[in-house]
């Protein structure tokens, strides 16, 4: 098993560009989530999905975009990236059944000029 | 106030030592509690869940203190592998949007 991966590791973008950071999990979880982390601050939560075809908005979803293609797969998009949005990105997956286990993705390291 | 604080450290101990780190959090509904690891430019890792009774898993003891609204995580006889980020985490439970994670506790352990 794969566990949470996540694709690009690595992006570097250009004020007002767009891009898709996607992430596909393994372990059957129904539950998916968007992080990102900046230095002092901990994780954030961007946007969730408690399930297959349902999405819901976290902390700090402004400029960001989601789709639950399917049980597996999680994408966030940025529509027009902007220098605040520089962050490591990690996508986690979450057991169910009361534990509230979450499994995270390697992360990308996302930079906006 | 933030939802959950914890002491950024860095906490810097000899291999053996023992270390405590404490987390606060603010909302008294909050129901799950976790400790994950993070290693440096890595993804946070689960280290234990923390239950009323508290818990221990090896040299890693974890204590949940309601009254006061904290939960603490012991380190015993400390290796130089457990140098890492500790993050606290609280989650209210049914309420998937309201996982709050801590900025994290560094701990480094020297030889």
Known sequence: NAGVTQTPKFQVLKTGQSMTLQCAQDMNHNSMYWYRQDPGMGLRLIYYSASEGTTDKGEVPNGYNVSRLNKREFSLRLESAAPSQTSVYFCASETSGGTNEQFFGPGTRLTVL | ?111
């Open chain 2, 1 to 111: 106030r933030k939802e959950v604080e914890q002491d950024p450290g860095p906490f810097n101990v000899p291999e053996g030592a023992t270390v405590a780190f404490n987390c606060t959090y603010s909302n008294s509904a909050s129901q799950s509690f976790f400790w994950y690891r993070q290693d440096c430019r890595k993804e946070p890792k689960l280290l234990m869940s923390v239950y009323s009774s508290g818990n221990e898993d090896g040299r890693f003891t974890a204590q949940l203190n309601r009254a006061s609204q904290y939960i603490s995580l012991l380190i015993r006889d400390s290796k130089l592998s457990d140098s890492a980020t500790y993050l606290c985490v609280v989650n209210i439970e049914g309420s998937a949007s309201k996982i709050i994670f801590g900025s994290g506790t560094r701990l480094s352990i020297r030889p």
